[in-house]
């Protein structure tokens, strides 16, 4: 058993449901966003391998100037004489008597220079302290390179070579690094590396590799050039660095794929399987199948649960409209089998017994023919009047109450029914006059065939709104028959020529301009109210 659920319920989830918009939008945005993620944290993690083996170079630079400070000192007479005066203010740091120097260089924004340029041949000799340190130095450099790996030069205060592992007594005194070096600013540059071995396939997709990162590390004591520490080393392999974190990588894209799948699912459960269950239910209904009316218990995206309230709600309008046809054809032709069986029989016997068959007998059939064929003529009359209301569009404008039913009161009195008029003036109807009076009319000839001979049709106001009551004193209604009354074709009163369709013309006539009408309980007559829903009042309340 399906247990729908309460208004309140719906208005909740309902405003917690998304839009299907708003989940197509978020699926792209997260489907894009994955590729771009993922270039962004590749380059991410090769910009970060550049910035560290540039820190490992400082470090190396500010290692080296303590040894060559050092050997200064050792081989000079006059320390403070040696080296080149440099223009340069003191470097100031808020971390005291320390001056760290931060890894400047980013591949996302700087230019990647040439391959660097050979050295040329030097203008003047190199310094001749600087030469012995370099000469002393350079067997200790050449131990520790074997474990750094990187390239290192060092030059003097000129830009000449005079340590390191090759390349003495030239000079790199043209390169931008080392001229922003020699005026004692630390300087690094990225310049394109020209490999004498073929990369592999999959290097392709790393920058890092392709690259060589020189620092320039001016060794300065007492704003006093010594001379320039100039190393350099090609970034780690992002790709090896990868793999030896593979674990993590992998959970990395663990979780990717899981988001990935997450992704299928919620598209799958906000749209692809509602709209399923939507083809499903109309297949089922196509076989008859009532169960499949219901709403979807799980209809997605905001749009979907709208489509689907929408199908129900046609879908269950279609079955009462099919089920409605299908009855009222059955109570159309029994209508229609018993008048026209009759003039059939009365025009056979008269038409066998033509020559033998008495004048008032003849007569009398005659009678019964035009009986039968008044009625079915009433029929047909109520039968179009019905189809008229019931397929009504609802038009815009207002009836003056107490005007119309003073005119139904003017055609349908008769001396042998009188009507009873409390009218009062200022009352109007949403709906056109035409209809109101149709409305009053069929509601006075049920009277009539009740055996009525007044109705007293009453006004009144309460609210701003008004009702319009109309009794009369007639036999009644059976109260087993209360319920059916409003059908088409239920009639207790044929005998009395009642076709069953007045009060379904009422009610559908009502039902178009959004009014009602009930029947009110009570032991004589029928009383029938039409509630204030669709009445107004231009007057005020006393």
Same mark, same amino acid.
């Given at each position: 058993?399906?247990?729908?659920?309460?208004?309140?319920?719906l208005?909740?989830?309902a405003?917690?449901?998304?839009?299907?918009?708003?989940?197509?939008?978020?699926? +792209?945005?997260?489907?894009?966003?994955l590729?771009?993620?993922?270039?962004?944290?590749? /380059?991410?993690?090769?910009?970060?391998?550049?910035?560290?083996?540039?820190?490992?170079?400082?470090s190396?630079?500010?290692?080296?100037?303590?040894?060559?400070?050092?050997?200064?000192?050792?081989?000079?007479?006059?320390?403070?004489?040696?080296?080149?005066?440099?223009?340069?203010?003191?470097?100031?740091?808020e971390?005291?008597?320390?001056?760290?120097i931060?890894?400047?260089?980013?591949?996302?924004?700087?230019?990647?220079?040439?391959?660097?340029p050979?050295?040329?041949?030097?203008?003047?000799?190199a310094?001749?302290? =600087?030469?012995k340190?370099?000469?002393?130095?350079?067997?200790?450099?050449?131990?520790?390179?074997?474990?750094?790996?990187?390239?290192l030069?060092?030059?003097?205060?000129?830009?000449?070579?005079?340590?390191?592992?090759g390349?003495?007594?030239l000079?790199?005194?043209?390169?931008?690094?080392?001229?922003?070096a020699?005026?004692?600013?630390?300087?690094?540059v990225? /310049?394109?590396?020209?490999?004498?071995r073929?990369?592999?396939?999959?290097?392709?997709?790393?920058?890092?590799?392709?690259?060589?990162?020189?620092?320039?590390?001016?060794?300065?004591?007492?704003?006093?050039?010594?001379?320039?520490?100039?190393?350099?080393?090609?970034?780690?392999?992002?790709?090896?660095?990868?793999?030896?974190?593979?674990?993590?990588?992998?959970?990395?894209?663990?979780?990717?794929?899981?988001?990935?799948?997450?992704?299928?699912?919620?598209?799958?459960?906000?749209?692809?399987?509602?709209?399923?269950?939507?083809?499903?239910?109309?297949?089922?209904?196509s076989?008859?199948d009532?169960?499949?009316?219901?709403?979807?218990?799980?209809?997605?995206?905001?749009?979907?649960?709208?489509?689907?309230?929408?199908?129900?709600?046609?879908?269950?309008?279609?079955?009462?409209r099919?089920?409605?046809?299908?009855?009222?054809?059955?109570?159309?032709?029994?209508?229609?089998?018993?008048?026209?069986?009759?003039?059939?029989?009365?025009?056979?016997?008269?038409?066998?017994?033509?020559?033998?068959?008495?004048?008032?007998?003849?007569?009398r059939?005659?009678? +019964?023919?035009?009986?039968?064929?008044?009625?079915?003529?009433?029929?047909v009359?109520?039968?179009?009047?019905?189809?008229r209301?019931?397929?009504?569009?609802?038009?815009?404008?207002?009836?003056d109450?107490?005007a119309a039913?003073? /005119?139904?009161?003017?055609?349908?009195?008769?001396?042998?029914?009188?009507?009873?008029?409390?009218?009062?003036d200022?009352?109007?109807a949403l709906?056109?006059?035409?209809?109101?009076?149709?409305v009053?009319?069929?509601?006075?000839? +049920?009277?009539?065939?009740?055996?009525?001979?007044?109705?007293?049709?009453?006004?009144?106001?309460?609210?701003?709104? =008004?009702?319009?009551?109309?009794t009369?004193?007639g036999?009644?209604?059976?109260? =087993?028959?209360?319920?059916?009354?409003?059908?088409?074709l239920?009639?207790t /009163?044929?005998? +009395?020529?009642?076709?069953?369709?007045?009060?379904?013309?009422?009610?559908?006539?009502?039902?178009t301009?959004?009014?009602?009408?009930?029947?009110?309980?009570?032991?004589?007559?029928?009383?029938?109210?039409?509630p204030?829903?669709?009445?107004e009042?231009?007057q005020p309340?006393?």
């Amino acid at each position: 058993m399906t247990t729908k659920a309460t208004p309140s319920q719906l208005r909740m989830t309902a405003k917690y449901r998304p839009r299907m918009r708003t989940v197509l939008l978020a699926l +792209n945005l997260i489907v894009l966003a994955l590729p771009v993620a993922g270039l962004y944290f590749f /380059r991410i993690f090769e910009n970060q391998l550049v910035r560290e083996t540039e820190s490992e170079l400082i470090s190396q630079g500010a290692l080296i100037g303590a040894f060559v400070k050092a050997g200064f000192k050792a081989a000079g007479d006059d320390a403070a004489a040696l080296g080149v005066p440099i223009d340069i203010a003191p470097p100031r740091s808020e971390h005291g008597p320390y001056t760290p120097i931060m890894p400047e260089r980013d591949l996302a924004r700087d230019e990647i220079l040439p391959p660097r340029p050979a050295p040329v041949a030097a203008s003047v000799d190199a310094d001749l302290v =600087a030469a012995k340190v370099g000469r002393a130095l350079s067997d200790v450099f050449l131990d520790a390179q074997k474990v750094t790996m990187s390239g290192l030069r060092l030059l003097d205060q000129r830009g000449t070579v005079i340590g390191g592992r090759g390349d003495l007594g030239l000079s790199f005194a043209h390169l931008p690094e080392v001229q922003g070096a020699l005026l004692g600013k630390y300087t690094s540059v990225l /310049r394109r590396r020209i490999s004498d071995r073929p990369a592999p396939a999959l290097s392709s997709i790393s920058r890092g590799q392709f690259l060589h990162l020189f620092v320039a590390y001016p060794i300065v004591h007492e704003q006093r050039l010594l001379g320039v520490a100039y190393l350099s080393r090609t970034p780690d392999n992002s790709l090896r660095r990868l793999y030896a974190a593979r674990e993590r990588v992998l959970l990395g894209g663990a979780g990717i794929l899981a988001l990935t799948l997450l992704l299928g699912y919620v598209t799958s459960r906000t749209i692809a399987q509602p709209i399923t269950a939507l083809i499903d239910r109309s297949r089922r209904m196509s076989a008859g199948d009532l169960t499949a009316l219901e709403p979807l218990a799980h209809a997605g995206t905001r749009e979907l649960a709208e489509l689907s309230d929408s199908f129900s709600d046609m879908s269950q309008s279609l079955h009462q409209r099919a089920r409605y046809v299908r009855d009222f054809a059955t109570h159309v032709s029994h209508e229609f089998k018993t008048p026209l069986t009759s003039i059939r029989g009365a025009a056979e016997l008269m038409a066998e017994h033509a020559d033998t068959m008495p004048a008032d007998a003849r007569a009398r059939f005659a009678r +019964n023919i035009l009986e039968d064929t008044d009625r079915l003529r009433s029929l047909v009359e109520r039968l179009h009047e019905l189809a008229r209301a019931e397929h009504a569009t609802s038009l815009a404008g207002t009836s003056d109450i107490g005007a119309a039913l003073a /005119r139904v009161q003017d055609e349908q009195a008769t001396a042998s029914f009188q009507i009873t008029l409390n009218r009062r003036d200022g009352i109007h109807a949403l709906i056109p006059e035409e209809s109101f009076e149709i409305v009053t009319t069929n509601l006075i000839a +049920n009277a009539i065939q009740g055996g009525a001979t007044t109705m007293e049709i009453t006004v009144a106001s309460a609210g701003g709104h =008004a009702e319009i009551t109309l009794t009369d004193n007639g036999s009644g209604i059976d109260p =087993a028959h209360r319920e059916h009354i409003f059908e088409p074709l239920f009639t207790t /009163r044929r005998g +009395n020529g009642g076709t069953g369709l007045g009060l379904g013309i009422v009610r559908s006539i009502l039902e178009t301009y959004r009014g009602s009408i009930v029947l009110s309980p009570g032991d004589q007559g029928a009383t029938f109210i039409v509630p204030g829903e669709s009445l107004e009042d231009d007057q005020p309340t006393p």
